[in-house]
């Protein structure tokens, strides 16, 4: 792949932009550790929101879309749709939760909400957990989408991939902290916006194409196009829609769809200006990544089967590239012409930075405050936290680039995260609804979660994937629901102050207000209204669905369905805001 002095300079251009944000609020973002990590606790929805889809516009995103979709078609794609039911009950439920806590970051959640020695054992171990396994993971995968896209557009090494495009992002990210990754993430989401959205258009138009109904009556497309399984596929139903349906939205724990909220979803959430905020910047997020960015990938994965029907035509034109069906997007890529090849690299780099930044910022916060400032230095300074936020960035780099040189595919990499959180996500839910879930409740289903996957992952079991997850499931829930019932409860003035400061709703804490009420322990009285927050979530989730999928019989020429979903998301933002109102 040739690219010239014009593509050269959009990219060196944006590196220098984002290296120019960094440095510019480098002073302000060290004043202290809610600097460096929340921004002040001072931002607005909009820019919070855009900030949030960045982060999940990875590198990676579009090759694991592109690999889903030579695979099993567009409707493979549910087995990551179905977060938006994570996602909507997030911005409905937990957002204003979340803000309402107060803490710095989720971790720091665990000793407001539990106590005894068992919840500083689970900040710190999640801290650490969290904070370095899970994140390297998911920074690995993200740096495989590099070392791939490198591979293909520019003839790079794998090393060679890693080290170029970490180095700029290391430094914008240690130096600016979360503001310094928000407001480059608003600049990298435009970017990435339009590099998908114009190579989409330019790729469907090649002669070897022919235009859009060229591609949709193309006969290895022709079958990939439905919105929903074959029902008639007993397994396929299963696996793509049934289960991710009924299952998985709610008991996967996934950075980005942490059911719940949680993450850098919730540091996020954190750092907005008031709960208005917070709830408006998750619904703008969950908007814009299931609605409106899917289609440019989609469009382009369904192109990769005219070029490159089998994975082996990818690697006989990419012989030194690390082969896979995620390929094919990386692949198509190398049709476009000068200029706008630069802007989609600058885009596929921005898209890299931007999640890299954010894993970053979110890894290293809880490596400072629930780890180094809780267990080892309670009396570090401001300034001493900052600095070590600032190393723990560079640490986390190099440990995922290291981890992504032995990684081979996006999917099996998103498959094992999914499967190390099997049957943890509901204990995420309720513990904000039931005052008897503890500490040991979650150590349960993180362990024995963890062990699982193990398990799955090590031994011929001859269990297929969505088998796997349906009984990591089950025995996990089983085992922290016993071992809550168990377990003493946790401590009544923890519980008290956690409720007087979040103010939860359900008929989960009855049994505590009798409990206070028998010690004279005074609970404010919520005002919330549990059935409008949940009608808003469901009418969220119709108006999403009804809008990607109306955007999909436009591109494919059928109207009339697209204007009956575009007045069903319509009207479904109307009543979502008149109850928001209320």
Request: hydrophobic letters at 50%.
């Amino acid at each position: 792949m040739h690219l010239d002095w014009l593509d050269w300079t959009i990219i060196i251009s944006f590196f220098l932009i984002f290296l120019i944000i960094g440095i510019a609020v480098a002073k302000k973002s060290s004043k202290n550790s809610q600097e460096f990590f929340l921004s002040g606790r001072n931002v607005p929805w909009w820019l919070l929101g855009i900030s949030m889809v960045a982060t999940t516009f990875s590198a990676d995103t579009p090759n694991l879309v592109t690999d889903i979709v030579r695979q099993n078609g567009i409707a493979g794609n549910w087995v990551w749709w179905t977060f938006l039911l994570t996602g909507m009950l997030t911005v409905f439920v937990y957002a204003k939760l979340w803000r309402r806590s107060q803490v710095l970051t989720d971790l720091q959640f665990y000793e407001m909400r539990y106590s005894g020695k068992e919840a500083a054992f689970l900040r710190g171990f999640r801290a650490l957990y969290l904070g370095v396994f899970f994140n390297v993971m998911i920074m690995a995968s993200v740096c495989l989408a590099a070392i791939k896209i490198g591979g293909v557009l520019f003839d790079l090494k794998p090393w060679q991939s890693v080290l170029y495009a970490s180095l700029v992002t290391v430094a914008y990210s240690s130096f600016g902290g979360l503001r310094g990754v928000i407001l480059t993430d608003f600049i990298q989401f435009i970017i990435a916006m339009v590099g998908s959205v114009w190579a989409a258009y330019y790729i469907i138009n090649l002669p070897e194409i022919g235009g859009l109904q060229n591609l949709l009556q193309h006969e290895n497309v022709a079958d990939k196009l439905n919105f929903l399984p074959d029902f008639n596929d007993t397994k396929s139903l299963l696996t793509l829609l049934l289960i991710p349906l009924a299952v998985q939205w709610w008991s996967v724990w996934y950075p980005g769809a942490e059911p719940g909220g949680g993450g850098y979803i919730a540091q996020r959430m954190l750092a907005a200006k008031d709960e208005k905020n917070a709830i408006g910047a998750t619904l703008l997020f969950n908007i814009a990544h299931y609605a409106l960015r899917p289609w440019p990938w989609i469009l382009i994965a369904l192109a990769s089967l005219v070029f490159y029907p089998q994975v082996s035509d990818i690697g006989n034109q990419f012989p030194n590239a690390v082969l896979g069906h995620d390929l094919g997007y990386s692949a198509m890529l190398t049709k476009l012409p000068s200029g706008l090849l630069g802007i989609v690299v600058a885009s596929l780099i921005a898209a890299f930075m931007s999640t890299i930044s954010t894993h970053l910022n979110w890894g290293s916060s809880y490596i400072s405050l629930d780890f180094y400032k809780r267990f080892l230095k309670p009396e570090a300074s401001e300034k001493e936290l900052v600095t070590v936020g600032r190393l723990s960035t560079i640490l986390l780099m190099i440990v995922s680039a290291l981890l992504a040189l032995v990684l081979s595919s996006a999917l099996s990499t998103f498959s094992i995260l999914l499967q190390i959180g099997a049957g943890t996500g509901l204990i995420f839910i309720l513990r904000w609804f039931w005052w008897r879930v503890n500490a040991y409740s979650e150590i349960t289903g993180m362990v024995v979660s963890f062990i699982m996957a193990l398990v799955f992952e090590f031994t011929e079991l001859g269990l297929e994937d969505y088998q796997k997850l349906i009984i990591g499931v089950v025995i996990t829930t089983v085992s922290w629901i016993t071992v809550t019932l168990l377990t003493r409860p946790t401590d009544t003035k923890t519980l008290a102050s956690f409720y007087n400061t979040v103010t939860p709703y359900g008929m989960g804490w009855n049994p505590f207000k009798r409990i206070a009420k028998n010690k004279n322990i005074t609970l404010k009285v919520t005002h919330d209204n549990f059935t409008i927050d949940l009608a808003s979530m469901l009418l969220g989730v119709l108006a999403v669905y009804s809008t990607l999928f109306a955007t999909g019989y436009y591109i494919y020429g059928n109207n009339t369905a697209g204007l009956v979903l575009t007045a069903i998301a319509l009207l479904s933002a109307y009543f979502i805001f008149k109850f928001w109102r209320k």
